[in-house]
């Protein structure tokens, strides 16, 4: 029988597994549509934070097109980085920019709760909304994945509320998905977390954004 709720004009009850078989699916531009967005004002915003920290190796998971990835390697030089998506385009475009890049850039091309990455292989790891299309039970496969892969410090840019009611009215009329990362990420044993919610002027001409995007900054706990 079929969920009547299915039926309203607002319900947007996307699966984990329909957002990425929909990226996998996706034919855009990923230069003009994706790259070009590298000089969007909260990629800034993740370079502040990348500079909190002390690192030499990092993992963008879902990195797109490279936008945040071309900007950490020119901000900071001569550190190992590394790129996963679930889109094979995608990463074959990363591929092709990143081409002649020292020290060269490594990219997978795999779901987000499964990379094809060694244990505790990158000091950092970052997201910027990729886990905003994860569903509410697959979310912690999906962080125990981070806590997997990940040795120091994780980077989040994604959808947070601590209202119960938004983070549904939110998943209702736009399918997307927001946590309340703060709580989310103590009860998996993270540490020294920083939360920082994003201005106006981190992200211009979205309402959505601004209501929901924050960053966070966390310590992987130790195993």
Known sequence: MVNPLKKL?????????????????????????YFSTHTHSHRKVILHFL???????????GCGGGANL??????????????NDVSKEAIEFCK??????????????????????GDKNTEVLLSDMVYIYVSS???????????RVARDYVVLCEFH????????RLKLFTGYNAYNWEKLLT????????KYKLTKEDWPNSKLQQEFAHIFLAKIPKR
């Open 51 to 61: 500079g909190q920290i002390p690192w030499n190796n990092l993992l963008e998971v």
């Open 96 to 117: 092709e920019v990143f081409a002649k890049h020292n020290p060269p850039v490594y990219f997978t091309n795999s779901p987000a709760d499964d990379m094809l990455i």
């Open 137 to 147: 039970k697959d979310i912690g496969r999906h962080i125990r994945e981070i806590k």
């Open 70 to 83: 071309i900007n950490i390697a020119r901000y900071f030089p001569n550190k190992y980085l590394a790129g």
């Open 9 to 33: 004009f607002f319900w947007r009850n996307y699966t984990t597994k329909q957002h990425a078989n929909w990226w996998k699916r996706r034919k855009i531009d990923w230069n003009k549509d």
């Open 187 to 194: 009860k998996n044993d993270f540490q020294d977390i920083i």
């Open 161 to 168: 509320s601590e209202s119960w009611w938004k983070r549904m």
